[in-house]
């Protein structure tokens, strides 16, 4: 058995397909320090923002592909009320911008967050065979976003099993988790 973080799975699956993902990865803290220099920040508290960010604008897409960060703009807008729920749709707009501002940054200094990381191991998956699990456990599933579900789901061996647990009322991590999706 192998006890691995969401994290460090990927770290594990880009180094042994022979793509060491070699960023920087930063997180809340890095959004925050910057975040709160903005206008936005008055109206958008950070936590709310980085929440619609890792969750749903960047850990719901699905694209694997690596110029596909985002879900585009009008898939964000047409989500429905239970997927988006915290942000009325018609300032959505104004919290992509946001998304757009983050993932620019980051880009251009050369860094990248958890979600970047699922994504480049997901991509990586996906183009090169890569050993299956018979069973996968995993616990705090709720911490999980979309794209880190679907990486577990397609390391799965064809008749391979997931259990996954979690308490929603203990989410440390935005993920826009919920059961009935």
């Known amino acids: 058995?192998?006890?691995?973080?969401?994290?460090?799975?990927?770290?594990?699956?880009?180094?042994?397909?022979?793509e060491e993902f070699?960023?920087?990865l930063v997180g809340y803290q890095y959004f925050y320090q910057r975040y709160i220099k903005k206008p936005e920040s008055?109206?958008?508290?950070?936590?709310?923002?980085?929440d619609e960010i890792r969750s749903i604008i960047k850990g719901a897409n699905l694209k694997a592909q690596s110029e596909c960060y985002l879900l585009s703009q009008k898939e964000y807008e047409n989500l429905g009320k239970k997927r988006s729920g915290a942000?009325?749709?018609?300032?959505?707009?104004?919290?992509?911008?946001?998304a757009q501002w983050y993932q620019n940054r980051i880009d251009c200094e050369q860094l990248a967050d958890e979600i970047d990381l699922t994504r480049t191991a997901l991509r990586l998956i996906k183009t090169v065979r890569?050993?299956?699990y018979t069973l996968i456990v995993c616990d705090e599933i709720q911490d999980l976003t979309e794209i880190q579900i679907e990486l577990l789901?397609?390391?799965?061996?064809?008749?391979g099993q997931i259990l996954g647990a979690g308490d929603l009322n203990q989410m440390?991590?935005?993920?826009?988790?919920?059961w009935e999706d």
């Open 87 to 98: 942000i009325r749709a018609g300032e959505r707009h104004k919290i992509y911008k946001l």
């Open 130 to 132: 890569y050993q299956p």
């Open 22 to 24: 070699k960023h920087h």
């Open 153 to 159: 789901i397609r390391l799965l061996a064809q008749n």
């Open 42 to 50: 008055k109206q958008y508290p950070p936590a709310l923002v980085w």
């Open 172 to 178: 440390i991590s935005p993920s826009g988790f919920r």
């Open 1 to 18: 058995p192998e006890f691995l973080t969401i994290r460090d799975l990927c770290l594990t699956i880009t180094k042994d397909l022979g």
